[in-house]
């Protein structure tokens, strides 16, 4: 039986204190900048950029593709993200599965470290074994799903339909813990609704059984991805605890990053939707930090639309050469990433409507050359906004 849970007047207090100093303040100074790195445990995340958990978004193609980001042919920098994350992944799913089929959910490459495995799953002995199942498969950190806010997690107990049961998280936190020596971090909403505001307490819970960091969406399941991210709770669970605190939702621009860690005090920053629409993103976020603090006004690089062209090119070619066991239908994939990708190119709608009646991996390919082509002949470089709403993309389950 799930037992009630409701927001600790205290921290309620706590939460308001900072949301109240944050509306005081003025804007982030020109130094605020995300940190250059954060340790959780032995593992050290070099920059302090966290790619969020997607379900049917981040696996190993697409995480390797934002691993290496570039801004055009010759580049070989590195996006500048410190820490990637797998598709959130059930533990009963990693247990009652044999080896042989694992590698579809726990696949990756030795260019993905530093790589964590988020499970999501209600019982303690199939979660401790489905991690030391990451664990024996090299990854370098496991991570639980308390967030994502989908009717068919939280119907079973998962995802955060286990906010509602503090004592329930304290015995799967215990048995984990136990069960694996690699770090072992946490990534939750505020709570159920606004009546069970609970991330303080389950941070100060993470902290006293022996994790290593825990991750903060700073919404609550009920609002899903609508309205604002409340970020003055973030910055409740980072005076409430002293391991690293992650803070999440919101981060649309480099300028969004630096502003959540200056008031937030949050030592790393996950990103999620921006990133399928704007794979630069880390690498925007290194460029800024490179200028914070030189006398320059910070400034990064925008993509153009051949840029985007040949991040798509690049993509799904990725994505015909990968295994077909591992990532799935490619063909879907290519039309699922087409949506994302053209959002902010002139005549996009277009080629999302050309893309999605495609019929094969070659159809996609020859529709992405025809649309830039004609582009290239008809007009001169035109710029390309990246999206101002997350509301207007396409949704993708990450907590």
Known sequence: MVSKVYTDPASRARADRFHAAAEASAPAPVTARVPDEVR?????????????????????????FIKHAS??????????????????????????????????????????????????????????????????????????????????????NGGSGLLRDLPHIKVIFET??????????????????????????????????GLQAVALHARTREQGYSGEARWEWIAAVKDAVKLPVIGNGDIRTPEDAALMVAKTGCDAVMIGRTAPSNPWIFRQIAQYNARVGSGERPLYEQPTAEDRHQMMRTYFRMLIEEDDGIIGNATGKMKQFATWFTHGIPGGKELRKVVYDARSEQQVMDAVERFFAEREANASEESVATPSSLEQMPMADCG
């Open 40 to 64: 959780f445990g032995a593992v050290r995340i070099a920059p302090a950029t966290i790619l969020a958990p997607m379900a049917g978004v981040t696996d190993t193609v697409f995480r390797r």
């Open 71 to 156: 801004f055009g042919p010759g580049t070989a920098e590195p996006s500048g993200c410190g820490l990637i994350m797998t598709e959130f992944t059930s533990a009963d799913g990693i247990y009652r599965t044999r080896e042989s089929k694992r590698k579809r959910y726990l696949h990756f490459y030795e260019d993905e470290h530093p790589i964590s495995a988020q499970l999501f799953g209600s019982d303690p002995h199939i979660l401790a074994e489905a991690a030391k199942i990451v664990e024996q498969c090299g990854f370098d950190l496991v991570d639980l799903n308390l967030g994502c806010p989908a009717k068919k997690v939280v119907k079973c």
């Open 176 to 209: 984990v813990r136990a069960a694996v020596k690699i770090p072992f971090t946490v990534k939750f909403r505020m709570g159920w609704d606004d009546t069970q505001i609970v991330c303080v307490e389950l941070a100060r819970l993470a902290e006293s059984c």
